[in-house]
C-alpha cells in the first residue's frame, strides 16, 4: 500500500542530545514537508522540499535541520538548539507545481524531552 | 501574503443535525486550491474534500460539502448527519502555487464534539 511512514512513533529526549525523526514515502511525490502542532494549536510548517536536493526553511525552522539525498527520505533533525522541541510533529507528501492536489501525512511523531 | 482564518475553537453539535465549520483565506493569487482535514485524537490527518479556485460547482464528498464563496474568501465545511465519530479537531488549508513551490498554509483549527 502506498503511503507515508514515520517513525518512531513516540521518542523521548534528553535535554542536549539532537534526535532525528523518520519519514519515507512510496508515492513518487517530489514534495514533501515537515510540521510541528503543539498541543490545541495548527500546524507550523518547519521545512518543505519540492525535489531532491533541495529543501525551504518554513516558518519555524531555527534549531531544525532536514536533508533531502533521496526522494522518498525525508528526515527531520531536531537539535539542541530548539529550546522547545517537545510536540507533535507531522509529515506529509504532495505532488508539486500543482495547487489542486491534497497532503497525504504519516501517523505523527510524539516527541518528548524527558 | 498567504493566510487562513478559523474562527471558532470549539463547536458542538447533536448528532444526526448538521454542522458548519467556517473558513476564511487571503490571497491574491488567482489559482489555489482550499482543502478541509480531519485530525481525530489518534493524530493523523485525514483528508475530506478540495475545492478549486477556478470550480464552479461546490464540491461534495459523502457527507461533507463545501461552501465555496469566492467573493466572500470563504470556504466553509458543511458535515451532515453528524456521527459520534466526527468528534476531532477541523483544519482549513490552503495550496497555492508560487515561483517558490506550493505549500500548504493550515487553520488553527475548530475542536467538533457530536453530542448523543
Known amino acids: 500500500d502506498g503511503g507515508i511512514t514515520q517513525s518512531p512513533k513516540y521518542l523521548f529526549r534528553k535535554e542536549g542530545q539532537n534526535v532525528t525523526l523518520s519519514c519515507e514515502q512510496n508515492?513518487?511525490?517530489?514534495?514533501m514537508y515537515w510540521y510541528r502542532q503543539d498541543p490545541g494549536q495548527g500546524l507550523r510548517l518547519i521545512y518543505y522540499?519540492?525535489?531532491?536536493?533541495?529543501?525551504q526553511k518554513g516558518d519555524i525552522a531555527e534549531g531544525y535541520s532536514v536533508s533531502r539525498e533521496k526522494k522518498e527520505s525525508f528526515p527531520l533533525t531536531v537539535t539542541s538548539a530548539q529550546k522547545n522541541p517537545t510536540a507533535f510533529y507531522l509529515c506529509?507528501?504532495?505532488?508539486?507545481?500543482?495547487?489542486?492536489?491534497?497532503?497525504?501525512f504519516g501517523q505523527g511523531t510524539r516527541l518528548t524531552v524527558v | 501574503a498567504q493566510k487562513i482564518t478559523q474562527t471558532q475553537p470549539g463547536m458542538f453539535v447533536q448528532e444526526k443535525e448538521a454542522v458548519t465549520l467556517d473558513c476564511t483565506y487571503d490571497t491574491s493569487d488567482p489559482s489555489y486550491g482550499l482543502f478541509w482535514y480531519k485530525q481525530p485524537s489518534s493524530g493523523e490527518m485525514i483528508f475530506l474534500i478540495y475545492?478549486?479556485?477556478?470550480?464552479?460547482q461546490n464540491a461534495t464528498e459523502g457527507r461533507y460539502s463545501l461552501n465555496f464563496q469566492k467573493a466572500r474568501k470563504s470556504a466553509n465545511l458543511v458535515i451532515s448527519a453528524s456521527q459520534l465519530g466526527d468528534s476531532a479537531m477541523y483544519f482549513c488549508?490552503?495550496?497555492?502555487?508560487?515561483?517558490?513551490?506550493?505549500?500548504?498554509?493550515f487553520g488553527t483549527g475548530t475542536s467538533l464534539t457530536v453530542i448523543p
Open positions: 522540499s519540492q525535489i531532491v536536493n533541495d529543501f
Open positions: 475545492q478549486g479556485s477556478y470550480d464552479q
Open positions: 488549508a490552503m495550496r497555492v502555487l508560487s515561483n517558490t513551490g506550493n505549500q500548504f498554509y
Open positions: 506529509a507528501s504532495s505532488r508539486s507545481w500543482t495547487a489542486n492536489t491534497e497532503a497525504f
Open positions: 508515492l513518487n511525490h517530489d514534495a
